[in-house]
């Protein structure tokens, strides 16, 4: 079993920054792929980004490659995504996840097993 708690969400203006955390407890940290996916309102999750085990491999969504970069601290048992250059199509619930046995960076969500609650992040143009 393994809880993730996610931090970092607010109100921000378009073309400004965030930096949300998500804290993992329970089972090694280090030996999952991690994942951050987002859900509009009215709208299907969908994928932002992962990070390999090790830190060394990162995968992106086009959507946000360029202005969002995800890094972890496995002495810390923590992932962050660094928000940049934000816009109002930004707006959503963002959830951090740990991968599946076997799981890549290439994963889908439904390979994705245990789920934070979610850190809501607002845009306003």
């Known amino acids: 079993q393994v809880s993730l708690v996610e931090s970092g969400g607010g109100l921000v203006q378009a073309g400004g920054s965030l930096r949300l955390a998500c804290a993992a407890s329970g089972r090694t940290f280090s030996n999952y792929v991690m994942g951050w996916f987002r859900q509009a309102p009215g709208k299907e999750r969908e994928f932002v980004a992962a990070i390999s085990t090790s830190g060394s491999s990162t995968y992106y969504a086009k959507s946000v490659k360029g202005r969002f970069t995800i890094a972890r601290d496995n002495a810390k048992n923590t992932v962050y995504l660094q928000m940049n250059s934000l816009e109002p199509e930004d707006t959503a619930d963002y959830y951090c996840?740990?991968?599946?046995?076997?799981?890549?960076?290439?994963?889908?969500?439904?390979?994705?097993?245990?789920w934070g609650q979610g850190t809501q992040v607002t845009v306003s143009s």
């Open positions: 996840a740990t991968g599946g046995a076997g799981c890549s960076i290439f994963c889908t969500s439904r390979q994705y097993t245990y």
